[in-house]
């Protein structure tokens, strides 16, 4: 997926955070940003470090979660040649490289007590020693760090260090998330939805029906713009009528009538005590499954006819959507109805 370098957003929550790196970004202070996964924390660092006297200086990114906790250091810092099984030669870390620069540290909550220690002297002092060797170098670095964790709460727990918190802290920009950006989502939609027409060679952009726009608007979106963009990018390609308004949103891509089935846990029989009933419990009635495509319902899940008769139809609607790929248009003809007919079915069944 193509890296998105640049804010989309007309809220004042957004615009705030914004304005915010923006008189940051001056000062060559540590800054400390948080926000929940995917709402944008690497492009407010790269925000602070391009506005920045640093502009022309290297960013260097590195993820603290990505790296086994035996290697974080030695990325950090640097190592010299021996000083570890593998380290055949010796090899600048990122405090180094980023020398001049901007060190943007993402996921700063994982960095284990150690590493934690050993940044902390870097921050202070602006000192940093390669693991194998006895002579700091001195090294000119802002740090730009960022987490989806409260980092105070982190400290109460012994998680994380008071000190090196304190040092970080200078300024701390929160991130608000994409649901508590009003008016956001609708324009992010259209410019995901505009640039995915064209990279699929469409040659107008038909938008999504209003419909289609409610759903997108009312969803809580847990993973923020990268999931938005994700769900929006995957509308578009696969909508097959590039003259028509998009009406066929797949909120959860994992959504599958085919999906494995969940490993069964090994579980180690209870001993019996005195306490437990001797008798033999009775097998619970297992309810009817589907055979050779037919569709049954368990009379103990229904009440009376009416509601027999609509789980039924729910059920068979559900199933035309899966067989057709949750498209509409496809599913109305499959089932010999009118497009207008399948929407009121479906909203009637809580389908939409």
């Not at 995917?38 to 790296?67: F, Y």
């Not at 870097?122 to 693991?131: D, H, K, S």
């Not at 368990?298 to 009376?304: H, T």
């Amino acid at each position: 997926m193509e890296k998105v370098t640049h804010f989309v957003g007309q809220s004042l929550a957004f615009l705030d955070a914004v304005e915010q790196a923006g008189r940051a970004a001056d000062l060559i202070r540590p800054v400390l940003v948080i926000g929940e996964r995917g709402t944008g924390k690497e492009l407010i660092a790269e925000r602070i470090h391009r506005l920045s006297p640093r502009w022309d200086g290297p960013l260097i990114v590195m993820n603290c979660a990505a790296l086994p906790e035996t290697l974080i250091e030695a990325e950090l810092f640097g190592h010299e040649a021996g000083a570890f099984t593998g380290a055949t030669r010796a090899r600048a870390g990122r405090f180094e490289e980023a020398d001049g620069g901007t060190l943007f540290l993402d996921e700063l909550g994982t960095l284990s007590m150690a590493a934690q220690e050993r940044l902390l002297r870097a921050v202070e002092y602006g000192e940093v020693t390669r693991i194998g060797s006895s002579r700091p170098l001195n090294v000119d670095v802002r740090i730009v760090a960022a987490t989806n964790e409260h980092l105070p709460d982190a400290v109460a727990a012994g998680r994380f260090r008071a000190d090196l918190l304190d040092r970080l802290s200078f300024e701390v920009i929160t991130l608000p998330p994409l649901r508590g950006r009003e008016g956001d989502v609708e324009v992010l939609v259209e410019h995901f939805g505009r640039r995915m027409a064209t990279e699929c060679r469409w040659s107008g952009w038909p938008g999504f029906t209003p419909a289609a726009m409610a759903q997108l608007v009312g969803y809580r979106w847990p993973g923020n713009v990268r999931e938005l963009r994700n769900v929006v990018e995957r509308a578009v390609y696969r909508w097959g009528l590039p003259d028509e308004p998009i009406d066929a949103i797949q909120l959860d891509p994992f959504a599958s009538p085919w999906q494995p089935a969940p490993m069964p846990t090994a579980t180690k029989p209870a001993r019996p005590t005195d306490d437990m009933a001797t008798e033999p419990v009775a097998a619970p009635i297992a309810k009817d499954e589907p055979r050779d495509g037919h569709l049954t319902i368990a009379l103990d899940d229904v009440c009376d006819f009416r509601s027999a008769v609509d789980a039924h139809e729910a059920a068979i609607l559900r199933r035309a959507l899966e067989r057709n790929r949750f498209n509409q248009r496809a599913t109305a003809k499959a089932l010999g109805l009118s497009y207008d007919q399948l929407r009121h079915c479906l909203r009637k069944h809580g389908l939409l």
